[in-house]
């Protein structure tokens, strides 16, 4: 295990603390230095900005506004930030997302040490990167053409959905995102019409059948 | 026509019986006439003979009488006689004069018959002409007598006659109510049956018919009733393995989000930390080893979490043969040692109704138990939808039952609790061992919706 991330700068973005100890340590041992950690997406965002890492290394479900809007948020700020997302999930849709949005790599958080290191330094040579556990399934998903409904919500409304489904109220997902509870509102609309759902249950069920949340 | 119609049962068949004996009667009446008719007849050709016959008398009589003194003494027989037993007399002088005619009847003076009665009933003679010296006697046999009385006694009859029809028309209505009462009953018990009071039933009426109409009802409602108890057990019990598997689904998702949240990231930082200690201890091989180990071991864990996690998934939307066809094809991929034979035919059936989530999770526990327990090389799967039922066979090559498939009684995700999610379904699950080997699962249940054990037993 002597992969050499010599003298890169990383950005730690997971809601669980011992997990982000782990990774730390074991980015450190491959001679990478952690230069920040935080466990949200507006903290990740706003540790960026000041600390301007070589490499953000975030999980795609955390508290707030959650690892895609900050995803989307940190490219907003510097269109040339390196992130590579870490799920918990195996589904395609939010790898596909991710990539599209423009982070730099994809990865199961299951996957072993090394390739963990493996991809942090991909995406640090600026190269892509994608789980192959998932390779096979996401570009069956893209082949496939399955008409899954997911694929038409924008990615603005794709976060939405996603905050929705795990619970939480029009308001709380207003709070999260900054937005006004209007704004959210007419996009829970355009996610109620583009997936024919008529309420919040059904919601969580679709997100559910989809992986992007367990329960 | 309509009119009639409109009359209850009673009065129609109380008018049609009444219109029978109306008729009889009237046939009666005309054999009545006719002998009438004879007896008239015979009455006043007898009288007219007598007369006659007296006439002639008279006339041998008058022989000795001179002409001039013939025609007062004639006259003075006669006139006292008036008619003679119901024949009127003329005499008539030798020039045709009329010296004399006899007065009309004194019977029931006044009286008379119709026509019609008297042209029916009254016999045709032609008038006797007795000659007495120059006179003649012209005797005309006169029935009017007769006929008035046969009149008097036809119209009594009738009058009898309508009085009888009369009480037979209200007696026969009067019967036919009492016997036809319970129908009211019946009537009454088909209503309250009709709109859903299904505990009604009739006494057993004392007319045999009736009685046997209201065991056939009673019979009929103790079967309704118990087809509707039935059927409300039936939707209680359908509702009842909704709810549990409603909160079976719930205690699935709490269970996989709690290995979610906590034991997958707990193993994911396990692992990394594992990892770190594998990279800082390479000059201590007692310590590396063993941390070696455990990243080896994290690992078999998150994929034990990850299958877990996908067997506590619910089905994926969309139509049932493109889930069936992801997840065969995602179970291939897992189990390339396994050779997958697959004929799906599920039409346009979805995947997110209850049948159709039960067709997936039976094709997922069959073959967790083939990859478990069978030790096959092959499986085929068959699921068709056809003709209102789902029929599904999972056939492998393995060890067979002898192996001992675990049924996970209770957990509900094991082939007993397929079985009992089935036969709420109102179908089975069959599990057989071919005489060629291996072991071979066969499901089938109804397809529709709605109240699938009673059509079943109907």
């Known amino acids: 295990m002597n992969s050499n991330l010599q003298g890169i700068r990383v950005l730690l973005a997971d809601d669980h603390a011992v997990v982000r100890l782990g990774f730390r340590l074991l980015l450190e041992g491959a001679g990478a230095s952690v230069v920040g950690e935080a466990e949200n997406g507006e903290g990740a965002v706003q540790r960026y900005a000041e600390l301007t890492p070589d490499v953000v290394v975030m999980d795609v479900s955390m508290p707030g506004i959650g690892g895609l809007m900050a995803l989307e948020r940190l490219l907003a700020w510097e269109a040339r930030a390196k992130v590579l997302m870490l799920s918990a999930h195996h589904d395609d849709i939010v790898p596909v997302r991710a990539l599209r949005l423009g982070a730099r790599g994809y990865l199961c958080k299951r996957a072993a040490p090394e390739e963990f290191l493996r991809a942090v330094g991909q995406v640090a040579a600026n190269r892509r990167y994608l789980d192959p556990e998932l390779a096979a399934t996401v570009a069956l998903g893209q082949l496939s053409g399955s008409g899954n409904p997911l694929e038409t919500l924008s990615e603005r409304e794709l976060a939405v959905f996603i905050k929705l489904a795990e619970g939480r109220s029009v308001n709380d997902v207003a709070g999260d995102f900054c937005l006004s509870p209007s704004t959210v509102g007419t996009h829970l609309y355009h996610i109620k019409q583009k997936l024919n759902v008529q309420n919040a249950a059904e919601l969580a069920l679709v997100a559910m059948r989809n992986g992007l949340i367990e329960a | ?458």
């Open chain 2, 1 to 458: 026509m309509t009119q009639l119609h409109r009359l209850s049962l009673h009065t129609r068949i109380s008018l049609v019986l009444t219109g029978l004996a109306a008729s009889l009667l009237l046939v009666l009446g005309g054999l009545w006439l006719h002998g009438a008719r004879d007896a008239i007849h015979e009455e006043v050709e007898a009288a007219s003979r007598v007369s006659a016959q007296w006439l002639q008398a008279l006339a041998g009589e008058m022989r000795a009488v001179p002409a001039t003194v013939l025609p007062a003494r004639v006259l003075g027989m006669v006139r006292p006689l008036g008619r003679i037993r119901a024949n009127a007399l003329e005499v008539r002088g030798a020039d045709g004069n009329i010296l004399y005619r006899s007065p009309p009847p004194t019977y029931k003076a006044g009286r008379t018959v119709p026509d019609w009665f008297a042209t029916l009933l009254a016999p045709q003679f032609a008038p006797r002409t007795v000659a007495v010296g120059d006179l003649r006697l012209v005797l005309t046999p006169d029935a009017s007598r007769s006929i008035i009385d046969a009149w008097d006694d036809l119209l009594a009859m009738a009058g009898r006659a309508l009085l009888l029809l009369a009480i037979l028309f209200l007696a026969t209505r009067w019967a036919l109510d009492r016997a036809l009462q319970p129908l009211e009953a019946v009537m009454a018990a088909l209503d309250r049956t009709g709109s859903g009071r299904f505990d009604t039933r009739l006494p057993v009426f004392a007319t045999p018919e009736l009685g046997r109409l209201s065991r056939a009802f009673n019979g009929m409602a103790d079967r309704l009733r118990a087809a509707v108890d039935d059927n409300v057990h039936l939707e209680t019990e359908q509702e009842v393995a909704r709810q549990i598997q409603d909160r079976l689904d719930a205690e699935r998702r709490s269970i996989a989000r709690e290995l979610h949240d906590e034991l997958a990231q707990g193993i994911t930082a396990v692992r990394a930390l594992a990892g770190a200690i594998v990279q800082r201890s390479g000059e201590l091989p007692a310590l590396q080893n063993p941390a070696r180990s455990i990243v080896a071991v994290t690992g078999e864990m998150q994929d034990g979490v990850r299958n877990i996690l996908l067997r506590l998934r619910p089905p994926a939307v969309g139509s049932l043969q493109t889930v069936l066809e992801r997840q065969l094809a995602a179970w291939r991929l897992q189990h390339e040692a396994i050779e997958l034979v697959t004929e799906l035919r599920c039409g346009e059936q979805a995947a997110d109704d209850i049948r159709g989530q039960t067709v997936v999770r039976i094709v997922q526990e069959g073959l967790t138990n083939i990859v478990r327990h069978a030790a096959a090389s092959r499986v085929e799967l068959a699921i068709i939808h056809h003709a209102g039922r789902w029929e599904i066979s999972l056939a492998d090559n393995g060890r067979g039952q002898q192996a001992g498939i675990s049924a996970q009684a209770g957990c509900g995700l094991g082939l007993q609790g397929m079985a009992e999610r089935l036969a709420a379904l109102g179908g089975y699950l069959h599990k057989e061992s071919p005489l060629a080997g291996g072991f071979r699962l066969r499901a089938g249940f109804p397809a529709g919706s709605g109240k699938i054990i009673l059509e079943e037993e109907a």
